[in-house]
Every structure is written in structure tokens, then in C-alpha cells.
């Protein structure tokens, strides 16, 4: 079964459409890498599929739910993780108590 799944999915800014009719399957303990030049899209996509942008059209489904109108937070919770281009830590918390949090936050490991 695939975790991710996308059909059609497409999003402008503007008359410029960045992501143009996507479509793929991400089988379970598959790893799929994106690659592109800069500007290609590759951010937005995961923008989309993280909830962080909403999709013009298409569908996308997440470990068998659509999740396409799904706000991001309650992806997080769905088991939706990312990372981010630009490191984005809590700087009042210490290391460890950032990768407690990306630990834990979710559907995600007990503290302990
Ligand atoms: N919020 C936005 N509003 C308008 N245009 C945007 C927005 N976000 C991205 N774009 C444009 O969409 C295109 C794709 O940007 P995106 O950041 O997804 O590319 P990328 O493949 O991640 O590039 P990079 O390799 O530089 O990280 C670019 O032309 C960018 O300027
Ligand atoms: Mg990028």
C-alpha cells in the first residue's frame, strides 16, 4: 500500500503554475528523493504535501486518508514529519529538548 500518494495535484502563484499536474505513489519503507534546479518547485511540493500550502487541485492521501483540504497541524498528528531547507529550532529550548519535541510531537515516540 502507499503511505503518499498524489493525483494531479497542481498549485500556481499567480499566473505562474509551479506544480503542474503531479502525479506518484510512495510505497511504505520506500525513500523517494525530488531533485530539480532552483525555482523547479521541489519546496512547494513538499509545502503541499505538509499542508503548509494548500492545493489548487488534485488529491493527495497519507497512509490511506485524503488529507487534501487537511490543515497541516492535524497532518502532523496523522504522522506527516518534514524538515525544513532553512533550520527552524526552538531557541529557547535547548538540542535536546528540540529533538524531544520532533520526537515526540505527532503520532511520534513516548518520552521516555
Ligand atoms: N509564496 C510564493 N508566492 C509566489 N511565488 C512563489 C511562492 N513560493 C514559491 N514561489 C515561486 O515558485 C517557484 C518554485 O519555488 P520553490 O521554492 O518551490 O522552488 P525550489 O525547487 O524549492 O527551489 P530551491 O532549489 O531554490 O529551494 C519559484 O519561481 C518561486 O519564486
Ligand atoms: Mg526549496
Redesign the pocket.
Known amino acids: 500500500m502507499s503511505i503518499l500518494s498524489l493525483k494531479s495535484v497542481s498549485k500556481s502563484?499567480?499566473a505562474?503554475k509551479?506544480?503542474d499536474d503531479v502525479t506518484f505513489d510512495v510505497p511504505e519503507g520506500q525513500a523517494l528523493g525530488i531533485i530539480?534546479?532552483?525555482?523547479?518547485?521541489?519546496?512547494?511540493?513538499?509545502?503541499l504535501i505538509t499542508g503548509n500550502?494548500m492545493a489548487d487541485a488534485g488529491r493527495i492521501e497519507f497512509d490511506g486518508g485524503d488529507v487534501t483540504r487537511v490543515p497541516a497541524m492535524k497532518r502532523v498528528a496523522a504522522g506527516v514529519g518534514r524538515s525544513f531547507?532553512i533550520p527552524q529550532p526552538f531557541e529557547k529550548l535547548t538540542v535536546f529538548e528540540n529533538l524531544l519535541v520532533a520526537a515526540t510531537h505527532g503520532r511520534a515516540a513516548s518520552e521516555a
Open positions: 502563484f499567480g505562474l509551479v506544480t530539480g534546479p532552483n525555482g523547479a518547485g521541489k519546496s512547494t511540493l513538499f509545502n500550502l531547507q
